[in-house]
């Protein structure tokens, strides 16, 4: 019987010889150790998990020493099966190895921990059993979204979520703020958990997360009605009280939103200051910057629509720390009580908010808070859906970036890597990014090159600033002369067409001018304004592609030959701008013998094309059109240069290449 004692001999007869069991053991392909006592030290450990973790020097170690980032995750079952006896398995465990020549990589595992029994019976150990799960969840997806229901009603549920909820989340410049939803566990049935995040005309963000009782559509639609009631009145109205009083009404005239639970926060983030009401919700964490957790008071309201007015309760925020709101699924479990279930709650998102950065989490506390709450809390399966939306009140945030450069070409890599520095620190996602970017150049790049008479240089100011209501604002004022585009000049005036699409709003004007001067004779300002977003993580719904910041691109190059069939090519990496469009003329001219044989040029490597860029296009066309000879461009679909040369109808443009390349 298990742990019945026996002899060496006996066992031996039993099991076989000891070599034979530890070569067996060392050569089995699971994930496989043993741990001894309540400190649970490395007994033994086979090659696959020496492998899986990158470690073999452990032995004797004890496992929270031995493997510091399962903290909040396995260190926690080990300690619940060393004292209850009872088994448990947990599925997507994430851990960060050390791979040697592989690097450092991020892995996840479905872990099984039993308990060890001495000859008495009594827990003196354990064994932990792993399945390396990393293929399975390499987009970071929790286990239980791989589980559910086929592939086309995952994309059915999916698009449902992305067309009731919020995609995307405003990005402030004091608080930060991620959200993270998961369907509940039956694909068929998509529920009435909602979330939503909407700063507020006095600088205020009201944080909202919600459930409506049942699933399936008319759960959904009936989600949807209360979410877009409630984001009107907000907008509309500036009692809290009376917008609350509204709502519920709204709830008791809808037979389906009735008993609709919600919990809504109010943070002021310049105060720190927190109302905040919740209707038959669980109460909003606090997570302080020292790792300690607490919930707010309940507010004792009942669920909306049933005769229990919403009472306002008022709380605080101290820079650093973070609120979260999140949905009674995440608490509520099989087997737990709801007590049990918010204090594990309380212990996953403080460490989630704490724990230093490793490869793949979220690079805020408020991101991984959403992510590593949910992702750990439904790895042994949920049946209701789960909302995660978490606010962090920033300790010091971004101050508005003022610069103020002379008319000449090097001040524009000064402003573009100014400011690309300033929109990574606000945080900005990377079609944002990209966007903003865009525009800033082309407008510095205006400035420089027509308001001052060549060859007498003046100032250029540039000024960004990210307003309370998530819209970045920026301005370049110069004191020259503004020169109206020639329309007769088809390779010029692009810049400001090309700022103006892609950013939400562009204004030019002029200091009112003195008596008998014309407009524009003493200054042009441009005015841009662009909103700022970060996706929310729905569901299946992957946006790996949107973090914050840009990386460094690449410095600017062009690589040139000659092909087999005598046409010209050119691979051109990095930004094409003011400071570079020269050279990119002249290599392009050089590479195609001025225009006499065709040339193919390879601008998916282009980080940015600026109108310059797009100038000096435009002669290489022009000279190999009067040659009779033809350019062709190749470029990324989507990407910035396919979106510029789009705008321009430049030339024919390929997204992929349409001969051999011939390079070297």
């Given at each position: ?194 979330f939503d995040a909407i700063p507020l005309a006095d600088g205020s963000v009201a944080l909202a997360v919600g459930d409506v009782v049942g699933h399936g559509l008319a759960a959904s639609a009936a989600m949807g009605q209360l979410r877009a009631v409630l984001a009107e009145l907000l907008a509309a109205e500036a ?426």
């Amino acid at each position: 019987m298990p742990g019945a004692a026996h002899d060496d001999d006996t066992l031996g007869r039993l099991v076989g010889e000891a070599s034979v069991v530890r070569d067996a053991f060392e050569q089995l392909p699971m994930v496989l150790t043993a741990l001894d006592g309540p400190d649970h030290r490395l007994a033994a450990m086979n090659a696959a998990y020496r492998a899986f973790t990158g470690r073999s020097d452990v032995i004797g170690v004890a496992y929270r020493e031995a493997f510091p980032e399962m903290a909040g995750q396995l260190h926690e079952m080990l300690d619940r099966v060393y004292a209850t006896g009872e088994p448990e398995t947990g599925k997507g465990w994430r851990g960060r190895v050390d791979l040697g020549a592989r690097g450092i990589q991020e892995v996840f595992a479905d872990v099984t921990v039993v308990p060890r029994r001495a000859g008495d019976g009594t827990v003196n150990g354990l064994l932990v059993i792993a399945t390396d799960a990393t293929d399975r969840l390499a987009e970071g997806q929790p286990a239980a979204d791989t589980e559910r229901g086929n592939p086309a009603d995952r994309e059915i549920v999916a698009d449902l979520q992305e067309a009731l909820l919020p995609t995307a989340l405003p990005v402030l410049p004091r608080a930060r703020i991620a959200a993270r939803y998961l369907a509940a566990g039956q694909e068929q049935s998509a529920g009435g958990d909602w979330f939503d995040a909407i700063p507020l005309a006095d600088g205020s963000v009201a944080l909202a997360v919600g459930d409506v009782v049942g699933h399936g559509l008319a759960a959904s639609a009936a989600m949807g009605q209360l979410r877009a009631v409630l984001a009107e009145l907000l907008a509309a109205e500036a009692d809290l009280e009376r917008i609350l009083a509204r709502t519920d009404a709204f709830a008791t005239r809808t037979p389906a939103l009735r008993a609709a639970t919600l919990a809504l926060a109010v943070l002021d983030p310049a105060a720190g200051t927190l109302r905040y009401t919740t209707c038959g919700h669980p109460p909003p964490l606090v997570i302080g910057t020292g790792g300690a957790a607490r919930f707010l008071e309940g507010t004792g309201t009942g669920p909306l629509g049933t005769r229990s007015p919403p009472v306002l309760a008022t709380g605080a925020l101290a820079p650093g720390e973070l609120v979260l709101l999140y949905s009674d699924g995440l608490v509520e479990r099989p087997g737990r009580t709801l007590a049990e279930g918010m204090a594990e709650l309380a212990v996953v998102a403080a460490d989630a908010a704490s724990r230093t950065l490793t490869a793949g989490a979220a690079p805020t506390a408020a991101e991984r808070v959403c992510q590593l709450t949910v992702e750990r809390l439904t790895r042994i399966g949920h049946a209701d859906d789960i909302t995660t939306l978490a606010a962090q009140r920033l300790a010091d945030p971004v101050p508005a970036l003022h610069l103020e450069l002379t008319s000449e070409k090097a001040s524009l890599t000064t402003a573009r890597d100014a400011f690309a520095e300033w929109l990574g620190r606000v945080g900005a996602a990377a079609d944002d990014w990209e966007a903003l970017h865009l525009a800033v150049v082309e407008i510095f790049t205006n400035a420089i090159e027509h308001a001052y008479p060549p060859g007498e240089p003046g100032i250029i100011e540039f000024e960004a600033t990210l307003g309370d209501d998530g819209n970045v604002e920026c301005r370049v004022t110069d004191h020259g002369t503004w020169r109206r585009p020639d329309p007769s000049d088809a390779d010029r005036g692009h810049g400001l067409m090309v700022a103006g699409h892609v950013v939400d709003t562009l204004l030019v004007s002029h200091p009112p001018p003195e008596a008998g001067v014309s407009p524009g004779t003493q200054g042009t300002i441009v005015a841009l304004r662009h909103r700022l977003r970060r996706p929310a993580l729905l569901a299946a719904v992957h946006h790996h592609s949107q973090a914050a910041g840009h990386p460094a691109g690449p410095p600017f190059t062009v690589d040139t030959s000659i092909g087999e069939s005598g046409t010209a090519r050119a691979l051109v990496r990095g930004p094409v701008d003011i400071t570079t469009a020269d050279e990119l003329a002249r290599r392009l001219l050089a590479v195609s013998r001025g225009g006499t044989v065709p040339l193919v040029a390879d601008l998916t490597g282009v980080t940015q094309l600026a109108s310059a860029g797009v100038r000096a296009l435009y002669a290489v066309s022009g000279q190999l059109s009067a040659h009779e000879q033809d350019l062709t461009l190749i470029t990324a679909p989507g990407s910035a240069a396919r979106v510029v040369l789009d705008l321009v109808r430049l030339a024919p443009v390929a997204g992929e290449d349409p001969a051999p390349s011939g390079r070297s």
